[in-house]
């Protein structure tokens, strides 16, 4: 099982051990997103940060979203189905993102694949950024609902996307008789 992780709040004023703890996860900025294996060592850092980042497990098609939009390798260059054929030893992205998902294989451990995913902030925002996601905030383990947040989070090389997928929005027809103003 794969565990995403998601840093929500800056560092000022931050405990040493804290940001020390982040940056070994390699989540030096808001809005940076790590894919990681759900084991012990993992479940203790994300105690000591519980206060700045959200959590969850992450299931495999929004991984495939995540890599193919989000995915960079060195060079700030795409992670792309060819490239992935040749270095990383699966077939597609699909295969991969099913791989990660599952725990078999390590984003963080690909080869030349930046283990960062920079995301942009949530489309609507987040809910609160200083209480628990149980408390109706945005912090802390947030299970399999982690997923609804990343994709709101891909950006807006997806709304047209999204767009195509949504039923058009009918306006409503003005009342009989209505005659716009001049405005004076």
């Known amino acids: 099982m794969t565990l995403a992780i998601l840093r929500i709040r800056g560092s000022c004023r931050t405990n040493m051990n804290i940001k020390y703890t982040l940056e070994l996860l390699h989540l030096t900025r808001q809005n940076h997103l790590v894919l990681v294996p759900a084991d012990k060592v993992t479940k203790g850092m994300l105690q000591m940060i519980k206060?700045?980042?959200t959590w969850g497990e992450i299931d495999s098609e929004t991984?495939?979203?995540i890599i193919k939009?989000?995915?960079?390798?060195v060079g700030?260059?795409?992670l792309t189905d060819e490239y992935i054929k040749a270095n990383c030893g699966y077939a597609t992205a699909r295969e991969l993102a099913?791989?990660?998902a599952q725990g078999k294989?390590?984003?963080n451990k690909l080869k030349d694949v930046k283990p960062v995913i920079r995301l942009h902030p949530p489309r609507g925002g987040y809910e609160a950024?200083?209480?628990a996601f149980k408390a109706g905030g945005s912090l802390g383990y947030r299970g399999k609902t982690i997923g609804e947040l990343?994709?709101?989070m891909l950006g807006p090389e997806n709304d047209a996307k999204i767009a195509a997928k949504a039923p058009p929005v009918k306006q409503p027809a003005p009342p009989a008789g209505h005659r716009p103003t001049g405005g004076k």
């Open 51 to 53: 206060d700045y980042v």
């Open 98 to 100: 099913d791989a990660i």
């Open 105 to 107: 294989a390590n984003y």
């Open 129 to 131: 950024t200083k209480r």
């Open 76 to 78: 700030d260059k795409p």
């Open 69 to 73: 939009v989000r995915g960079r390798i």
């Open 150 to 152: 990343l994709l709101k």
């Open 63 to 65: 991984v495939h979203k």
